[in-house]
Every structure is written in C-alpha cells, then in structure tokens.
C-alpha cells in the first residue's frame, strides 16, 4: 500500500499546516450539500485534468462517504505519480459529525 489512512486529527493537521491538498471523490449533490473548505470535487470526467496540472509533490487528501471508496482513489493517485497520499477514516460522514459536535451542534 503506497497511501495511508488516517484519522480526522491528522488531516486537519495535513491541511492547516501542510497545505494537503484535499479531493472529494463524492457524487455532485453530495459535494454541494457540504465538503471540506477548499476541497475539489473529482471524478472520472475530470481526474485527468486534475492530475495534469496537480503539484505532485503537495499532499494529497482523498475523501468520500464513509472511507472505504477513496482507498481505492488513494492508491490510484499514488500510481499516478503523488508523493504523500492519505485517505481520510471515517470519510465525510466522519468530518461532518466532528465538526458539528465542535459547533455544538452535537
């Protein structure tokens, strides 16, 4: 395995002081309805794109529903040539519940 899996801690870690890299592998309507600030939403249709112009050397987070979907995009960017490849446990639904319990929403 060339990608890691790791816990909220550490990506939010990997984007406040590492500048990560964040790629949301999610269907459009699930993106809308909430993501991670700055993320890129990525699919089929554009994924050659992203990794044409994507900084290879820049972390690279990989987020879907529930972190099970964006192992498997992991492991495809790291073939594709990114350094640092992490994919998020618990995936967005993970996020979303963290994020609502600190805003005391929880």
Known sequence: MSFQNIDL???KRLINEEGAVVVD????Q???AGHIPGA?????RN???FIREADLDK???VVCYHGHSSQGA?????DMGFESVYSLI??????SLTEAVEQGEG
Request: a neutral charge.
């Open 30 to 32: 699930s993106f809308a």
């Open 47 to 49: 994924v050659a794109d």
């Open 74 to 78: 992991a492991q495809y960017f790291s």
């Open 9 to 11: 801690k550490t990506a």
């Open 40 to 44: 890129i939403r990525v699919d089929n």
């Open 25 to 28: 592998i999610r269907d459009p």
């Open 59 to 61: 972390p690279l987070l």
């Open 90 to 95: 618990g995936g967005m639904t993970q996020w």
